[in-house]
């Protein structure tokens, strides 16, 4: 009976790495065949600017990013787009951030603008659509209270929107680099591709191997995730992008699911949104742009870690068993055929994985910029993820909810607000 039962869960072991195997196989082959036909700005097929007078508002949520907030200004005050204005809302700072801001602004003998005085922000009639010649408008609102029922940083934007009338919005963060030409660029390809949310996809700056393994990972992961060549498909509804440092939105499609109000209290709001926009049927594109959109994410893989605290336990709707799930299948998918190696039977299949491991850090790395090499040391960067889901689970609980940017947020709101069904419901009305 012992030997039939051995024999049982050899076989079912075997069974599953090559399970693993075809579905690792799978999804790299569809990647490695799909990924090279998405939409890459920095062409020179995308060097111009829509045909349309499209105007365009930058909206910049800031809170205590003095280090980092001037290059971000100096970046998008160097585009050449005609009409563009650059909206900064100041959500309640206590550092230098809203006086720096302020002296932008007074360089441009523009004034700035507070909350009781709120008004439209629009490009110029006058200007050219193009390659613009004049300098963007730069504005800030000062906000000194954050309303009950919302995050500081959803707020802002939904500040942000009211404080505008351009025909698109495109919120960002205040820590990215913009080149000079990108806004042009991604305006042409929202225009030529009739989108309703345009996401261009950052290039991560990796300044240490750390970041390197970690960031390498998150790129892997994302392939499961949400399959991006399957973004624009309107049938593919649960294959949807959004990425807070460059959220492109036509206004029109954005006021018709509700603007921000319906995920005020969501956490990771750049996905959900994009997550919004795909459940309503709006038209979602995905662009690269290697190079021309800068983000670095935080020093080194403990950094990487602490900033991914508030946001992994939310990704899960802050419910412990989903958390324990993902952990499951982490460690069964990106780890379990590394165990393989060392049985016969299995072999084949876990070098199959591996292959493919390999091969999508190549396909991805040649427009995100992550080094291909990393891929030899992703189950670190497995092993990472893992501790920092365990950790976003255990701070979050501990705290009774997130701490961000100096506020705390309860965490029984926090689950009400984050259900996903709360977000298809409101993006149906």
Known sequence: MSFQAGEFWRAALQMAAWLVAGAWCLRTSDMVRKIPELANLS????????????????????????????????????????????????????????????EYVEKQGLGNIHPSEQRPLAGDPGREQGIGKVRPRLDVIHVTELPE??????????????????????????DVLFSPSILRRAMAYAEASEADHLVVLPTMQVQSRGEGIVLGFFQMLGMWASRLWRVSDAQSVRDFVGVGAFNLVRRSALEQI????????????????????????????????????L????AGALGLMRVMTKNLFSA?????????GMCVWVAVFFLGPLAGLGWWPTLIPSLLMLACVGAIYR??????????RYAWLYPLGALAFLWALLRSMVVVLWQGGVVWRGTHYGLRELRRQNSPLQWRRSSKT
């Open 295 to 298: 983000v670095h994410w935080a």
């Open 43 to 102: 062409s020179l097929d995308w060097d111009r600017g829509p045909v349309d007078s499209l105007t365009l508002t930058v909206v910049v949520p800031a809170r205590d990013e003095a280090e980092k907030i001037a290059a971000t200004l100096d970046a998008l005050l160097l585009a050449d787009y005609g009409a563009l204005r650059i909206l900064v809302v100041d959500d309640r700072s206590m550092d230098a951030t809203g006086t720096i801001v302020d």
């Open 258 to 293: 509700g603007g921000w109000a319906p995920q005020r209290m969501v956490v990771l709001e750049d996905v959900t949104l994009g997550r919004r926009m795909k459940i309503a049927g709006m038209r979602q594109r995905i662009a690269f742009a290697p190079g021309l959109v």
């Open 363 to 372: 396909t991805m790395g040649e427009v995100s910029w992550i080094d291909a």
């Open 316 to 324: 899960m709707n802050f419910r412990p068993l989903l958390l324990l």
């Open 149 to 174: 029922g919302w995050l500081g940083k959803t707020h802002a934007m939904e500040v942000g929107t009211r404080g505008s009338d351009s025909d698109y919005l495109l919120f960002t963060d205040a």
